[in-house]
């Protein structure tokens, strides 16, 4: 069974940074494009950063400039690299295929507060 497991996340003050970590328990997973999502309380799931199994990333305009996705297939890993994080960034951050298409990890929380 295909299990992702993500970690990083904390409490972080306004434009502190944060590197989440994505470690995926599949063998093809070079052949899979990822992308990162997150979750706020009260609103719908949403992909906020995306990378092609080329490496060819795309990022939702709330964070573009401010997030950096990257994977390492060596390692079955994608990161998400956060900086300048703003209050509006708090959420449970979640990795997946893109579109996602495998079960949902337990995410990590991440909170940007003062």
């Known amino acids: 069974q295909v299990q992702l497991v993500e970690s990083g996340g904390g409490l972080v003050q306004p434009g502190g940074s944060l590197r989440l970590s994505c470690a995926a328990s599949?063998?093809?997973?070079?052949?899979?494009?990822m992308g990162w999502y997150r979750q706020a309380p009260g609103e719908q799931r949403e992909l906020v950063a995306a990378?092609?199994?080329?490496?060819?990333?795309n990022y939702a305009d709330s964070v573009k400039g401010r997030f950096t996705i990257s994977r390492d297939n060596a390692k079955n890993t994608v990161y998400l690299q956060l900086n300048s994080l703003k209050p509006e960034d708090t959420a449970v951050y979640y990795c997946?295929?893109?579109?996602?298409?495998?079960?949902w990890g337990q995410g990590t929380q991440v909170t940007v507060s003062s």
């Open positions: 997946n295929t893109n579109p996602s298409g495998l079960s």
């Open positions: 599949i063998r093809t997973f070079a052949l899979l494009p």
């Open positions: 990378i092609t199994t080329g490496g060819t990333t």
